[in-house]
């Protein structure tokens, strides 16, 4: 064993002298391979620490996740917290450098910076990377671009920062304490001791962390920045800066400048110009407002879905691998949303969503029946609200948007096709829906009825959106979709039946 991780396996056993501690922090701050040696042994030891914790016997599960509503902060802050906890002891070696500059500032052409500036701490059993010898291992010193073509990697920087990558993504590190996302999806956790760490993007937009936690997406679908925990100050190329707390979210508009959308209904009632343009906004808003239940984009890399500009396969294509929803408490308003691409041939019913087997007070089925759009709800006497109007043969096997909105204390069915309401009709005892065993393109009953077609955005709300909402959830999920019909193409008919 070194001297350096005897000292360091003295600090974690708590044997190590006030005195032998300061010389331990000189040495790291005056050492950057010292800071990375460091980095790798304390990785190691939370790594074999955590193994030792789990049961021998602990069982596998091999359960599918269930497509509810998932919050986007993926980082492992349980191994981060431990690791930048234990790293603390190398925050000096910023302030060696940078004294009395932010961190996120580059040194001087004359400082002589490290070789390396992050060391890969963390990657999924998927990761795949471009233009790599297959030398990238855990505890790797980071010194090119990382270009992360499939599953997840992390980053720690030496200033602590954690950077946590979902590919496809570029990422650099350009700094001691900053890197520039070229494009992907990254998820950032800032320590005290990394305060003022920044990331810029590929259109000069600099982002600094002034607290603990933000997530970025930039594509060709746009740009969009989240926060977690904390804030952070957003430097456009142009204008003046936008400060971001927990839980605010922005978006680039068709002009390039900055918007903040931190909600459901901002991002529904604000008139995007370019909606094709904040697609990763538009993901994040949904996935974490509180209204919102379930988004889900299926984005099971299905050759044969629907795309947008940057080639994204996105495709719901096994229903009956999918368990049931349960969504806690029943509702009295419901938003129901989706994409879907019917088969030409099929049953007269495709199930959309069905809670339960349709035999409960509260239960309801939402279906295309001949077409229409139809809300049948168990009750006495049943109520089954079938929109006057079809989708016209030429639809069949192209994607529409399918809508329909419970609104109990409104007393008020409506459907919607493409973003215009087909149907208004009123409730004349209106009750609240269940939600606690939500089928999604299915009914496993005596006589089945698979959506027999394709689903994509599938989108779940405990409130009642309006006219005006439900046209812009169509409209801001539009692109890359097989149509751009202004109006829906619909043939009115009557209402069919089984």
């Not at 609104?407 to 087909?422: I, K, M, W």
Request: hydrophobic share 45%; with cysteine; proline share 7%.
């Amino acid at each position: 064993m070194s001297d350096l991780n005897r000292q360091l396996s003295d600090y974690l056993d708590a044997r190590l002298a006030p005195d032998a501690m300061r010389l331990l922090c000189d040495h790291i701050a005056a050492s950057p391979a010292a800071a990375r040696d460091a980095a790798r042994f304390l990785l190691l030891h939370t790594t074999l620490t955590d193994l030792h914790a789990l049961p021998a016997n602990r069982a596998i599960s091999t359960e599918k996740p269930r497509i509810e509503r998932v919050r986007s902060w993926e980082l492992g802050v349980r191994s981060v917290a431990a690791i930048a906890a234990l790293l603390v002891i190398a925050a000096a070696l910023f302030f060696v450098f940078l004294p009395s500059t932010p961190h996120s500032e580059l040194p001087t052409p004359h400082s002589n910076p490290p070789a390396s500036f992050a060391i890969l701490s963390d990657v999924s059993n998927d990761a795949q990377f471009e233009n790599t010898d297959g030398s990238l291992s855990l505890g790797s010193a980071l010194t090119a671009p990382i270009k992360l073509t499939a599953g997840k990697a992390q980053l720690m920087f030496n200033s602590t920062a954690v950077v946590d990558l979902t590919g496809p993504c570029e990422f650099e590190m350009t700094g001691l304490n900053r890197g520039r996302l070229m494009r992907g999806d990254m998820n950032a956790f800032v320590p005290p001791a990394a305060h003022g760490f920044s990331v810029e993007l590929h259109d000069g937009t600099r982002i600094v962390d002034l607290g603990t936690a933000f997530r970025v997406i930039a594509d060709a679908r746009g740009q969009a920045v989240g926060v977690k925990q904390g804030r952070v100050e957003l430097h456009p190329p142009v204008g003046a800066p936008l400060m971001l707390a927990a839980g605010d979210l922005a978006g680039v508009d068709e002009a390039g400048a900055w918007v903040r959308a931190g909600s459901l209904a901002s991002l529904l009632d604000t008139p995007w110009a370019a909606p094709d343009k904040i697609a990763p906004l538009m993901g994040m808003v949904l996935r974490n407002d509180a209204a919102v239940m379930v988004y889900e984009s299926f984005d099971d890399g299905a050759a044969d879905g629907r795309s947008d500009a940057a080639g994204r396969a996105l495709k719901l294509n096994d229903f009956a691998a999918r368990p049931p929803l349960s969504l806690g408490e029943a509702r009295g308003q419901v938003t129901l949303a989706a994409w879907v691409r019917l088969d030409p041939s099929g049953r007269p019913i495709r199930t959309l969503a069905i809670n339960g087997q349709w035999m409960e007070t509260g239960d309801f089925a939402w279906d295309m029946r001949g077409g229409c759009v139809t809300l049948a709800i168990c009750a006495q006497p049943p109520q089954t609200i079938v929109a006057p109007v079809a989708l016209a043969p030429g639809q069949l096997g192209r994607w529409v948007h399918v809508a329909s909105v419970y609104d109990g204390p409104g007393a008020e069915v409506r459907h919607y096709l493409n973003g215009q309401c087909v149907l208004r009709q009123h409730l004349n005892a209106p009750l609240r829906l269940k939600l606690d065993a939500l089928q999604i393109g299915q009914w496993t009953s005596r006589d089945p009825r698979p959506l027999r077609g394709d689903m994509d955005d599938l989108f779940i709300a405990q409130t009642a959106l309006s006219d005006a909402q439900i046209h812009a959830l169509w409209r801001l999920g539009s692109a890359g979709a097989e149509t751009s019909d202004s109006e829906p193409n619909l043939e009115h008919q009557p209402t069919p039946g089984e």
